[in-house]
């Protein structure tokens, strides 16, 4: 089992930046690829960014590339999201997911933290 808690959402205006966090733990939290996915209100959860276990190898989604980077310290358990120049459009719940191989499909993870608003106004 994996267990995931995500912080730095909240209220910022467009233009503005970011940067999300989130802690796992469990027996495997270190060799798991992880990611990030929002859902905004009406919409389907989509793929924002991903990571492998390495941090060798990390995916985007087209309408953030350039804008949001994601990372990773394995010696602390930790995957982070920066988000930069952003717009209202990213507004949305943020869930952080881990499995153990990088996908762009809510299927493709098992583990999924609670979620974290970020509201940005134009």
């Known amino acids: 089992q994996v267990q995931l808690v995500e912080s730095g959402g909240g209220l910022v205006q467009a233009g503005g930046s970011l940067r999300l966090s989130c802690v796992a733990s469990?027996?495997?939290?270190?060799?798991?690829?992880m990611g990030w996915f929002r859902q905004a209100p009406g919409k389907e959860r989509e793929f924002v960014a991903g990571?492998?276990?390495?941090?060798?190898?990390?995916d985007y989604a087209d309408s953030v590339k350039g804008r949001f980077t994601i990372s990773r310290d394995n010696a602390k358990n930790t995957v982070y999201l920066q988000m930069n120049s952003l717009k209202p459009e990213d507004t949305a719940v943020y869930y952080c997911?881990?499995?153990?191989?990088?996908?762009?499909?809510?299927?493709?993870?098992?583990?999924w933290g609670q979620g974290t608003q970020v509201t940005v106004s134009s």
């Open positions: 469990g027996r495997t939290a270190k060799s798991n690829a």
């Open positions: 997911t881990a499995d153990s191989s990088l996908g762009v499909r809510p299927r493709e993870y098992d583990y």
């Open positions: 990571i492998d276990w390495s941090g060798s190898n990390t």
